[in-house]
């Protein structure tokens, strides 16, 4: 029977032809960006009081918060969120969906008063992998944060970190840097896929030397990490 449905209706209260109290609008703006040359910005973009370097892109739905640096060359890929007191090196890549953090809530809860919001500082040739969270840290430059991570605590050594909190993967070894001298050799990645499935053989690769493209994002899961294209 319908009819339960018809007293649910009779009992909703009516909605006024106009609202009581209407909200302020705010228009999403781009506005006292310092810009490098060949920028590139898809909109809808929410940038303000930031700098962005030569030649960085930024992908569409990203918010640049005041004071927030990018460095030349790096990508910012869409629904990311680059808050105050955030620096980023050259040549990073930030994936999608990834969100940077200057207030720990130490008081209980968030602080109006940028007294109270920490630094992060990202070194060059670093790659975020999407979803990641970023908390208040240093990270030094060739380095890879895998899908999903929480990087909690400062990184020092150039390599893959992974998970929640992200640490350290011992067997990857990866440097972002083509003309650093320890770029993996080819003989050190026939090495690493030996007696591997082709499958196997092709991460290994991807995960030695690919990620240099922005291709090789380490997934941190509860299986082995894989790649996400």
Known sequence: SSSWLKEAKQSLPLMPD?????????DIAFK?????????VVRPTN???????DDVFVGPFCEIQ??????????????SFICDKVTIGEDCFIGHGVTFVNDLFRTGGFSRSDEDWKATVIGNHVCIGSGCNILPVSICSNVVIGAGSVVTKDITEPGVY????????LKTQVILNKDDETFPRPDAVEE????KSSAQRLAVGLQQSGCFFGCSIL???P???????
């Open 18 to 26: 106009k609202m009581l109290n209407e909200p302020r609008f705010v």
């Open 162 to 169: 992974f998970g929640n909190p992200a640490r350290k993967n």
């Open 223 to 229: 299986a082995a990490p894989h790649l996400l294209f």
């Open 32 to 40: 006292d960006v310092t810009c490098g040359t060949g920028v590139r």
């Open 192 to 195: 690493a896929v030996a007696g």
């Open 66 to 79: 005041r004071g927030a640096k990018i460095g030349d060359r790096t990508r910012v890929q869409s629904h």
């Open 219 to 221: 997934h941190s899961g």
């Open 47 to 53: 940038a303000y009081g930031c700098h962005l370097g």
